[in-house]
């Protein structure tokens, strides 16, 4: 079973240098980010779609800046303020069309639904997506209610789809663990939820808690700890600075500073 704490962990590092790069990850180098980690071939392809969006982050500082005498914007307030406003509106459109293809989705009857729920407890696998698809619109509603300046639907939305998924993986099998569930659907769905609004609450706590540059410097941190532990378990030695940096894809630089830093607590500790 694949540990949450440290997939969503290392999910946030990497959106955070997502979002430096001008063009969507490819799907090997976001694999050997989550390596060691054996994710299903759902969650792979839930990362990978995850990541097919480009990274932006909402311009609202920009709004927040203080007008001329007029009150009134300069020319260059007003272009990055329509810059920020054709990033959004292209950002909404994608959501919008992401919208469109969910409302296709069959809806099961409730039925069906207890059907897939049990199919789930009793370790059958293709349950996992089944369901998933099912709660798609709803994950979609409960993100509205989360939202705020700072956070966004569609990250929300992606929050809580990641958060699902795990949660699925683990009750998949798990029905001698969770026999309430299995003769309740009900009390399954709230559980489901449970997990969607866990994933959500807890990203806008982490996003509204601290400021972006501190977020990506915590995820760069955090992508070179990792890379240090996997590196040394793969080579049976302690990574040089280059082969971490070839690794992480941060500069050399950085990674001398980290470790650096890292020392310095350690001794202080």
């Known amino acids: 079973m694949v540990d949450k704490a440290l997939f969503m962990e290392t999910l946030r590092s990497v959106q955070e240098l997502a979002k430096a790069s001008p063009k969507p990850m490819a799907r090997e180098e976001l694999e050997g980010y989550f390596k060691g980690m054996e994710l299903t071939a759902e969650q792979q ?128 099998g798990a029905g001698e663990q969770y026999q309430e569930l299995a003769a309740d659907s009900s009390a399954m769905e709230r559980k489901l939820e449970s997990y969607i609004r866990e994933a959500m609450g807890q990203y806008r706590q982490e996003t509204e808690g601290i400021s972006h540059g501190e977020h990506t410097i915590l995820a760069k941190v955090n992508l070179v700890h990792e890379a240090q532990k996997i590196l040394a378990e793969e080579n049976g030695t302690i990574p040089a600075l280059q082969e971490l940096s070839d690794y992480t894809r941060i500069p050399m630089e950085e990674v001398r500073d980290i470790m650096a830093l890292s020392r310095k607590k350690g001794e202080r500790s």
């Open 45 to 172: 392809e839930l990362v990978y779609q995850y990541f097919q969006r480009p990274q932006e982050e909402p311009e609202t500082e920009m709004l927040r800046q203080p007008r001329g005498r007029t009150g009134l914007p300069s020319r260059r307030e007003d272009s990055q303020t329509q810059a920020g406003n054709r990033k959004e509106t292209a950002h909404s459109q994608h959501f919008q069309m992401y919208l469109n293809e969910i409302k296709s989705i069959t809806d099961l009857s409730a039925e069906g639904k207890t059907e897939l729920y049990q199919s789930l407890l009793a370790g059958e696998k293709s349950a996992v997506s089944a369901i998933l698809s099912q709660w798609l619109e709803k994950i979609a509603e409960l993100a509205g209610a989360y939202a705020s300046g700072q956070v966004l639907v569609e990250d929300l939305v992606q929050e809580g789809n990641m958060g699902l998924l795990l949660g699925l993986e683990e009750l998949l």
